[in-house]
């Protein structure tokens, strides 16, 4: 199942995870991602085994039903009061979740996870577009060939789905040469370990 096989995170800024766990801290406020600073989360569909043929219509299904719920959150803050875009009001969202987490895993795993949780990310992403009131675009790709990929990376992304998603317009205002370049650069860092 594709759902069960999906890797999220968010690949920039790059000390995202710092961040998080300083806001959590209270050693950070909100905003704590600025204005003008590129944000990107990657989707990768396929984490641990290759998209077949009959798989690519369920991650497209899937990424699409993703695309449409990140909108809807986005336009649900941007359309509620200020206090819902306030430094406690959201750390109180981490701080629940956070709680959430320990429930479920050892306490000292959660502080690890908490920064790199699904629903953490996405409400990061979603809040400071929100505040912003910024453009954002997403888009999918793949199943990756072979000939895309670099050979250090090949391993974690051939046959995989990668869809990202950025606070940007359009690929054109990410000033990239590639959206996928970002993602690229994370799987390198990553020195061929899975996510």
Request: hydrophobic share 40%; proline share 5%.
């Amino acid at each position: 199942m594709i759902v069960i096989d999906s890797y999220m995170a968010m690949i920039l800024p790059d000390d995202i995870a710092e961040r998080i766990s300083g806001f959590i801290a209270s050693k950070l406020n909100f905003p704590f991602v600025g204005p003008d600073e590129l944000m990107c989360i990657m989707y990768l569909y396929g984490r641990n085994s290759r998209i077949g043929e009959g798989e690519i219509n369920e991650v497209s299904s899937l990424a699409q039903h993703t695309a449409s719920q990140l909108g809807q959150e986005i336009d649900i803050y941007m359309n509620s009061s200020a206090s819902k875009l306030e430094t406690e009001y959201i750390r109180s969202k981490y701080i629940n979740r956070e709680l959430q987490l320990a429930v479920e895993t050892k306490p000292q795993d959660v502080k690890k996870r908490i920064a790199g949780d699904p629903a953490i990310i996405s409400d990061c992403f979603v809040h400071h577009v929100a505040y912003y009131k910024q453009d954002y675009f997403l888009e999918l790709y793949g199943p990756l060939r072979d000939s895309q990929l670099t050979s250090d990376i090949r391993s974690a992304l051939t046959h995989r789905m990668v869809m990202v998603c950025y606070n940007r317009k359009g690929a054109q205002e990410t000033r990239l040469a590639h959206p996928l370049i970002p993602v690229y650069v994370w799987f390198k860092d990553q020195t061929g370990a899975k996510p």
